[in-house]
């Protein structure tokens, strides 16, 4: 009884995850007349195709807006910022993980605080920024704001990570003849591959997701990212255009929803040992 309990939940859990999937899926295929008819007929059925599916919004999406150069956008700036993240998140990480004494933790404590600063606070500010070096409405722009919001927290989780790892291994490397600086550059990085991971995928999120910032600085349809050029394109007025928009969503949803199966081990484990070691 208790497998089958056990089972149960495990469906119960499975079904609530993955109706999102399957509903975007029905909507992204079905005919608007499927999709606007009355509620109150009771010869349809919202949970099927009651007309045969149709590539319209499909088409619509990919022939009438600028989805794939969104896309392409969005790339850019995620490679951008993550590598940006990674080349400064990781070795201020580890200077402030391997800083004894108090100094240490309040300076840690100190770059966590500035991640809890709104975006809505600093958008006004970073619009100064943007202007003063002529970034306004190009990618340059959310490519130098996003790493203000990633770096800060993933220091922050690169050092509770490192502190789980014994300092007696990077003893041992320099004993046998690394120098310190090939001990940060060689061993310490193989030995925080869930931390950096989780700050790859962090980041990689936040692009993915971010509207505020993507809003203020990009004016032009074709230096749009995702989240900002599906809900401006396929919102009109009170008109949405809810085939198209399931569309888009499923199309970024389902490599992004792959990428974390395949990586949710080592996702866990960075974000945990960073929070109990922190």
């Known amino acids: 009884m208790k497998r089958v309990a056990l089972y149960a939940a495990a469906a119960g859990f499975m079904a609530f ?32 195709f009651n007309d045969p599916p149709t590539l319209e919004h499909v088409r619509l999406l990919f022939g009438q807006t600028e989805f794939p150069r969104w896309v392409l956008n969005t790339l850019v700036v995620v490679v951008a910022v993550v590598v940006i993240t990674v080349i400064v998140a990781v070795p ?22 500035t991640y809890l600063i709104p975006p809505t606070l600093l958008f006004i ?18 490519i130098l704001v996003y790493p203000t919001i990633t770096i800060p927290f993933c220091t922050w989780l690169v050092m509770g990570f490192l502190r789980s790892v014994p300092w007696e291994i990077e003893e041992q ?42 809003l203020t600085f990009l004016s032009s349809v074709d230096k749009m990212t995702v989240s900002l050029g599906v809900p401006i394109a396929l919102v009109r007025g009170d008109v949405y255009h809810w085939g198209a928009l399931m569309a888009a969503a499923l199309v970024i949803s389902i490599p992004l929803a792959i990428i974390y199966n395949l990586f949710i081990d080592r996702f866990i484990q960075g974000f945990t040992m960073g929070a109990v070691k922190g």
Do not use: C
């Not at 200077?95 to 100094?103: C, E, F, I, N």
């Not at 240490?104 to 404590?109: A, C, F, H, I, S």
């Not at 500010?125 to 959310?142: T, Y």
């Open 173 to 214: 490397a320099m004993i046998d003849g690394y120098s310190r600086l090939a001990v940060i550059m060689k061993v310490a990085p193989r030995l925080i591959v869930p931390g950096i991971l989780t700050v790859v995928v962090f980041s990689f999120t936040l692009v993915m997701q971010e509207f505020v910032y993507a």
């Open 92 to 113: 201020a990480g580890y200077s402030l993980a391997r800083l004894t004494g108090r100094w240490g933790e309040r300076l840690g404590m100190g770059i966590f605080f």
């Open 125 to 142: 500010p970073f619009s100064r920024v943007v202007a003063m070096l002529g970034l306004q409405n190009s990618l340059g722009a959310l």
């Open 17 to 48: 995850a993955g109706f999102p999937f399957y509903w975007m899926l029905l909507t992204a295929f079905k005919q608007n007349r499927d999709l606007y008819v009355g509620a109150f007929d009771t010869r349809h059925v919202p949970w099927i």
